[in-house]
């Protein structure tokens, strides 16, 4: 069964709002979490690394006060797109670390698909 | 910068036949590796992960690992059409959290 869930799976928004997304582990606990978009066609691109208790950490070329990242518990990380205009439009993919072990293997949620008009 | 190369496809396979997969990479130092398979509109689902030299199999799958040459192989046996997809060479940064993904390998199993 899943291990990771988003929400929501789909959103279509004005030009200018806000939009916050949910990233949740299901039955482990992460201190960190990973966060991409993926335009149509091309390869997941990583935007930021999510971390627990502590600021997120951004990829080159990714506005840190455009993409919010909160990481505010073990099992929960969110990703607001503020101020969202037509160009924002994408997939958002986040994954999460489990371990086994002394090993971990990276998980993806579902995804969101963010449609701005 | 630390990288995954995949060869972006597409590759064409007739059904029931092998399909192979193939990506290097440039961290030396990773440990960590991973193929996933993404259908079109979905987000990656794990297919194989592989930690040490050889081979590893499951199933239909079977995940080839050369630390000495950076090189990771992923066989499917008996390709089925619902195995269209494309498939993300994934490795493990060995100085950070983070997975680094290749561009992905669009495969297409023909009937």
């Known amino acids: 069964g899943a291990v990771v869930s988003q929400h929501p799976s789909r959103v279509i928004c004005k030009s200018g709002t806000s939009v916050k997304i949910e990233c949740r582990s299901l039955?482990?606990?992460?201190?960190?979490m990973f966060w991409y978009r993926q335009f149509p066609k091309q390869s997941l691109m990583l935007m930021a690394t999510?971390?627990?208790?502590?600021?997120?950490?951004?990829e080159q070329g990714v506005e840190k006060d455009k993409f919010l990242i909160n990481h505010a518990s073990l099992t929960l990380s969110t990703l607001t797109v503020t101020s969202a205009h037509p160009e924002d439009s994408s997939f958002y993919i986040c994954?999460?670390?489990?371990?086994?072990?002394?090993?971990?293997?990276?998980?993806f949620g579902p995804g969101t698909r963010l449609t701005v008009l | 910068q630390k990288e995954v190369e995949q060869n972006s496809g597409p590759l064409s396979v007739p059904e029931g036949a092998i399909a192979s997969l193939n990506c290097t990479y440039s961290?030396?130092?990773?440990?960590?590796f991973f193929w996933y398979r993404q259908y079109s509109g979905k987000s990656p689902e794990l297919i194989m992960s592989?930690?040490?030299?050889g081979d590893k199999e499951d199933g239909r799958f079977t995940a080839q690992l050369n630390k000495a040459s950076q090189y990771v192989s992923l066989l499917i046996r008996d390709s089925q059409p619902s195995d269209s997809a494309t498939y993300l060479c994934?490795?493990?940064?060995?100085?950070?959290?983070?997975?680094?993904f290749g561009s992905g390998t669009r495969l297409s199993i023909r009937p």
């Open positions: 994954s999460a670390p489990k371990l086994a072990g002394a090993l971990d293997t990276q998980y």
């Open positions: 039955d482990f606990q992460a201190t960190t």
């Open positions: 999510s971390n627990e208790g502590s600021k997120a950490t951004y």
């Open positions: 961290d030396r130092g990773s440990q960590s």
């Open positions: 592989i930690y040490s030299n």
């Open positions: 994934a490795v493990k940064d060995s100085s950070a959290s983070k997975i680094i």
